[in-house]
């Protein structure tokens, strides 16, 4: 009953008084009032991100001040570090009177939301748009001591997609079948502490600790650690983000740091910026157990962008099973191959073989309808020649 008496107060208040004023505002100078996502950690950032990369590429708006707003961030240290760069206030009472008046304020030309664009990877193509002042750089080089990492050591990010963070915090997960174990990204991390680097394990939340390696340049963070801040400095400086499809993946871009992402699910790269590298789950056909090709996936509407009944068939858990097919984890070696490809590609080195080859022919068998394919990440060298079969047949 409280509910409808708000939304009704609500939406009268912003019909009979705030959309004349804005009419009668609008043929002088145009204002629009933006709320940014802050209930989740990715879209606070992505979609954030992606109104900056439009802005860049397609110009400023004309005669046109806008407000962002928000409350009760996701993240505090990347909703403060927004703040810094845009003009956004924080309120509860002004967030909450955009939710009641709804489809009253959000319908009209004067409350734009956030785009929406995951084809749209030319946007995160420009220079970092975050960065941090001497503060913020102090209470880093102190989270490292604590963690053992030294000044002017590099360290890499990883990160598996678990349940416990929606189940903890209520939100009905739309992507359990992009869940993985963080086991599998284990070899990696080992590999990455061989080269004299720091391995250190991200997530909001953790199932479990990492399993004791014996080896202490591999940091569970998650468990140990972690922060606010330290989730945004850790990955704005990492040398790049070894992840699965998680929220994660979006904070990197921001300060321009490469991310490779196993057991990506659904099929189609979303934008992360330059130097992105991916290998997707692979599809496997329940009733006999092979694993799908990748022609059949697109005959499956696995590459499809804007087909809405295609999307929610990769999208959503369970619509796979309802057509017979599952999604399958990365294996362990196909991971370390993926951070193999991510090091050669920032030490210069060129894929091995023909794998340069095959990503350029995985991208044009399968992107070529989207209008930023230059712009999109490429599938990893190394798995591409593993799996050329799927990828030719």
């Excluded at 961030?73 to 927004?82: E, I, V």
Aim: charged share 25%; hydrophobic share 40%; aromatic share 10%.
């Amino acid at each position: 009953m409280r509910q409808a008496v708000l939304q009704i107060a609500c939406r009268a208040v912003t019909v009979v008084v705030i959309l004349p004023l804005l009419w009668l505002i609008e043929p002088f100078w145009r204002l629009r009032f933006t709320h940014l996502w802050c209930a989740r950690f990715g879209p606070l950032a992505f979609n954030t991100h992606l109104w900056l990369g439009k802005l860049a590429t397609e110009g400023a708006e004309q005669r046109t001040t806008r407000v962002f707003f928000g409350a009760r961030p996701a993240n505090r240290q990347l909703f403060d570090m927004w703040k810094r760069v845009l003009p956004v206030v924080e309120s509860d009472w002004l967030s909450a009177f955009y939710h009641y008046a709804g489809p009253a304020a959000s319908g009209t030309r004067f409350f734009k939301p956030l785009p929406q664009e995951f084809a749209n990877h030319r946007a995160l193509r420009h220079q970092p748009v975050l960065s941090f002042n001497a503060e913020d750089e102090a209470r880093g080089q102190r989270l490292l001591a604590e963690m053992g990492v030294g000044p002017g050591e590099w360290w890499v990010c990883f990160q598996a997609r678990e349940a416990l963070f929606h189940q903890q915090r209520g939100l009905g997960d739309s992507g359990s079948h992009r869940n993985c174990g963080i086991e599998n990204y284990l070899p990696a991390a080992h590999a990455i502490a061989a080269r004299g680097g720091w391995a250190l394990r991200m997530g909001a939340t953790a199932e479990r600790p990492l399993p004791e390696t014996g080896e202490r340049r591999i940091v569970d963070y998650a468990a140990r650690h972690r922060s606010d801040f330290g989730d945004i400095y850790l990955l704005g400086n990492c040398r790049f983000l070894l992840c699965a499809g998680t929220g994660t993946e979006s904070i990197p871009p921001l300060f321009d740091r490469p991310v490779a992402k196993a057991n990506m699910m659904p099929l189609r790269p979303t934008p992360v910026g330059r130097n992105g590298l991916y290998i997707p789950k692979m599809i496997r056909e329940i009733a006999v157990g092979t694993v799908l090709t990748y022609a059949r996936c697109a005959e499956l509407g696995a590459y499809d962008y804007d087909d809405l009944a295609n999307t929610r068939r990769w999208e959503y858990p369970g619509n796979l099973e309802k057509i017979g097919l599952t999604a399958e984890e990365n294996h362990p070696d196909d991971i370390l191959d993926l951070c193999r490809d991510m090091s050669d590609l920032l030490d210069g080195i060129a894929p091995p073989g023909d794998g340069a080859a095959l990503q350029a022919l995985y991208k044009r068998r399968f992107f070529g309808h989207v209008r930023d394919v230059d712009d999109m990440p490429d599938i990893g060298a190394r798995f591409a020649v593993k799996y050329r079969h799927l990828i030719e047949a």
